[in-house]
Nanobody
């Protein structure tokens, strides 16, 4: 059974930092692209950052230079380092996985809430 479990969401002040983690089980993450999405009420879920099995990373324009996605020392862990947070970063953040080279994000976590106070 595949599981993705996020942690690290919290309430922070404008300009603060947070680190989100996603622990996976049931998949070999070396063969999967991993991503972080976020969603706010009434809006579609949007891709924040992704990392391929070969460690290639991509970022949404609205987080470039502030967020960093990485694979943890434990192979089944994906991290999202978020710096200089803005109120508009407030959202539920989801960890996702897709088997390469396919395009569909197949597995999802339950999400973790990030709230940035102005």
């Amino acid at each position: 059974q595949v599981q993705l479990v996020e942690s690290g969401g919290d309430l922070v002040q404008f300009g603060g930092d947070l680190r989100l983690s996603c622990i996976t089980s049931g998949i070999g993450t070396s063969f999967y692209a991993m991503g972080w999405y976020r969603q706010t009420p009434g809006k579609q879920r949007e891709l924040v950052a992704s990392i391929s099995g070969r460690q290639s990373t991509e970022y949404a324009d609205f987080v470039k230079g502030r967020f960093t996605i990485s694979r943890g020392n434990a192979k089944n862990t994906i991290n999202l380092e978020m710096n200089n947070l803005h109120p508009e970063d407030t959202a539920v953040y989801y960890c996702a996985a897709k088997a390469e080279p396919f395009d569909t994000w197949k597995y999802w976590g339950q999400g973790t809430q990030v709230t940035v106070a102005s």
